[in-house]
Antibody, heavy 122, light 108 residues
């Protein structure tokens, strides 16, 4: 059974870089499950897609975050990672990693990690 | 950018039918996906591609999509259905995954 777990610092200072890693168990980041993503949720608010990475490193990002986001993949370690630069308090929230459904007509996420709270504060 | 609009809340009595709407410009031409999120938990995909259900999702949860409104329908509502529900589409024009603002379902 697929399990995902987010990990990384829970507190980041303004203007610094937020870095998170998602570790996958029970599935492989490969052609059979090729796409993986990050979604976030500010406290008490809705969901926001950050971006997606494929097993061979192809990325797509939310246009509103594109200038600050990098998502990378390490298939040998069953991990993919998120970097968000120049963070502000508006970047505070729960960050989820998720598997994009495949095969699929278009993008949705059929399995999610439990999420990790990241607070941006000095 | 593409916008999905959901009512903030819906209330129904146990055993009744809940309908949660998701509005968007010509949304009937897109594939709509729905997530259920209970407090303190990650979202769960309950309907994809307008009306398909992942394995393990009961048949009393269904979806439809036409014109400018997609609808998630929950029949025979149970207390355990209390959650926030989010619709989601892929907007190819802006190359963006778009979520609705969410609807809180309360079971009276």
């Amino acid at each position: 059974q697929l399990q995902m777990q987010e990990s990384g610092p829970g507190l980041v200072k303004p203007s610094e870089t937020l870095s998170l890693t998602c570790t996958v168990a029970g599935d492989s980041i490969s052609r059979s499950s090729p796409y993986w993503g990050w979604i976030r949720q500010p406290p008490g608010k809705g969901l926001e897609w950050i971006g997606t990475v494929s097993y061979d490193g192809y990325t797509s990002y939310n246009p509103s975050l594109k200038s600050r986001v990098t998502i990378s993949v390490d298939t040998s370690s069953y991990q993919f990672s998120l970097r968000l630069t120049s963070v502000t308090v508006a970047d505070t929230g729960v960050y989820y990693c998720a598997r994009r459904q495949s095969p699929a007509v278009d993008i949705n996420f059929d399995s999610w990690g439990p999420g990790t709270l990241v607070t941006v504060s000095s | 950018s593409y916008v999905l609009t959901q009512s903030p809340s819906v209330s129904v009595a146990p055993g009744q039918t809940a309908r949660i709407a998701c509005g968007g410009d010509d949304i009937g031409t897109k594939n709509v996906h729905w997530y259920q999120q209970k407090p303190g938990q990650a979202p769960v995909l309950v309907v994809y591609d307008d009306r398909d259900r992942p394995s393990g999702i009961p048949e009393r949860i269904s979806g439809s999509n036409s014109g400018n409104t997609a609808t998630l329908t929950i029949s025979g509502v149970e207390v355990g259905d209390e959650a926030d529900y989010y619709c989601q589409v892929w907007d190819s024009r802006s190359e963006n995954v778009v979520f609705g603002g969410g609807t809180k379902l309360t079971v009276l």
